[in-house]
């Protein structure tokens, strides 16, 4: 046996044992984290549905504090010189709109599948603003 794959192994090993013990650490009950919840798949479309977006929010309290993410994928359905752009927020919602604490936008070109799943990351506040547009590119 090479000696390189024989110190391999037990590395390997003590690695997913490692990795084990922390995700196992992070899902205990005096964790600072709340349960995520998150809402169903929505989708919107723009420019008469040459592109889109599907999307998800989820939401949790750390440390008492509110945080709020998103996963999406975008679509192009039609080559006509335009390109998908959505613009994410994130924040906390105010019966006079959204007081921003994140912001990002995406872009998508192919008209042969989705993009990838996007995901924001978690941000403070208790919402996410989704807008998309076919844009001139």
């Excluded at 990795?19 to 919107?44: E, L």
């Excluded at 977006?53 to 006509?80: F, H, P």
Aim: aromatic share 10%; net charge positive; charged share 15%.
């Amino acid at each position: 046996m090479n000696v390189r794959i024989r110190i391999a192994v037990p590395c390997a090993t003590l690695a997913a044992v490692a990795t084990t013990s922390a995700v196992a650490a992070a899902a205990t009950p005096n964790s600072a984290a709340s349960a995520v919840t998150c809402s169903t798949w929505k989708s919107i479309s723009a420019d008469h549905n040459s592109v889109g977006v599907r999307y998800m929010e989820c939401d949790r309290k750390v440390g008492g504090k509110q945080q709020t993410s998103a996963a999406l994928y975008i679509w192009d359905n039609k080559t006509d010189g335009k390109y998908a752009r959505v613009n994410v927020a994130t924040g906390y919602a105010h019966w006079n709109g959204l007081h921003q604490t994140w912001f990002r936008y995406y872009s998508w070109t192919s008209t042969r599948h989705h993009s990838p799943k996007y995901e924001t990351g978690w941000h403070s506040g208790n919402d996410v603003e989704v807008l998309i547009k076919a844009v001139r590119g």
